[in-house]
Nanobody, 116 residues
């Protein structure tokens, strides 16, 4: 079994910052990519950012220049630094890991609310 636990969500004012963390534990022999997705009420889950084991990153156009993804391979953790947050960033943020045999794993999500 593999467990992903996200943390760091909360309520922040527009223009503020938050840092999300995701810890992967359990029977993981290898982790390939790690990433973040989000789902706002009434919307489909959408891609935010990913990072490979080698450190290559990719992010959605809507967050480029504001969000930064990073990872600590030794700790099996991935982070999402979110700056200049906007109300439209409000969503549940999910961590996704591609593990052994390229199997995907999802966390349970953490709520991010951007509101004044």
């Amino acid at each position: 079994q593999v467990q992903l636990v996200e943390s760091g969500g909360g309520l922040v004012q527009p223009g503020g910052s938050l840092r999300l963390s995701c810890a992967a534990s359990g029977s993981i022999l290898r982790i390939y990519s790690m990433g973040w997705y989000r789902q706002a009420p009434g919307n489909q889950r959408e891609f935010v950012a990913t990072i490979t084991s080698g450190g290559s990153t990719n992010s959605a156009d809507s967050v480029k220049g504001r969000f930064t993804i990073s990872r600590d391979n030794a700790k099996n953790m991935v982070y999402l630094q979110m700056n200049s947050l906007k109300p439209e960033d409000t969503a549940v943020y999910y961590c996704k890991v591609i593990g052994t045999y390229y199997r995907p794993y999802w966390g349970q999500g953490t709520q991010v609310t951007v509101s004044s």
